[in-house]
């Protein structure tokens, strides 16, 4: 089993950097969406849509990360410095997702709302991830 796995990530790691972050990305991405979907039908009666979007937040962050640095980037230490910069990312990009869903809301459902603004957030995630977060000095 240990040589498949050894043997698929072989594979998986001589894939174009942007191609293994849209994989990568991409998982991150559904799972962030179904987190906060998720959250969301479990506390909408309880919490404010925001705060809701905020604890997925706080919950994606290590996934990304982890996903980010040892299946993309592949950068070798600086964890904790990555970690910093990763985290302040989806702060910023947090409060970026929290006005597209203000504004969105009222138009769409929030549903629709969040998997809008995750397709535009996603993108600027990757240029930080790609030109900040995980750059090769």
Same mark, same amino acid.
Do not use: D, P, W
């Given at each position: 089993m240990l040589k498949i796995i050894h043997w698929l990530l072989n594979i998986f790691f001589k894939i174009p950097e942007k191609l293994r972050? $849209? $994989? @990568?990305?991409?998982? #991150?991405? @559904?799972?962030?969406?179904?987190?906060? %979907?998720?959250?969301?039908? $479990? $506390?909408? *009666?309880?919490?404010h849509y925001n705060l809701i979007l905020f604890i997925q937040y706080?919950? %994606?962050? #290590? =996934?990304?990360?982890? #996903?980010? &640095?040892? /299946? @993309? /980037?592949?950068? &070798?230490? #600086?964890?904790? &410095?990555?970690?910093? &910069?990763?985290?302040?990312?989806? =702060?910023?990009?947090?409060?970026? *997702?929290?006005? /597209?869903? /203000?504004?969105?809301?009222?138009i769409f459902n929030i549903y629709i709302s969040q998997l809008i603004s995750l397709l535009i957030i996603t993108i600027i995630i990757y240029l930080m991830h790609k030109h900040i977060n995980f750059k090769q000095v």
């Open positions: 972050y $849209l $994989l @990568v990305g991409g998982f #991150n991405t @559904v799972t962030g969406y179904c987190i906060f %979907i998720l959250l969301y039908i $479990l $506390l909408e *009666n309880i919490f706080l919950l %994606i962050i #290590n =996934i990304s990360y982890i #996903n980010m &640095k040892f /299946f @993309v /980037f592949r950068t &070798k230490g #600086n964890y904790r &410095k990555e970690y910093i &910069k990763t985290f302040s990312t989806y =702060i910023f990009t947090y409060f970026l *997702n929290a006005l /597209f869903l /203000f504004i969105l809301q009222h």
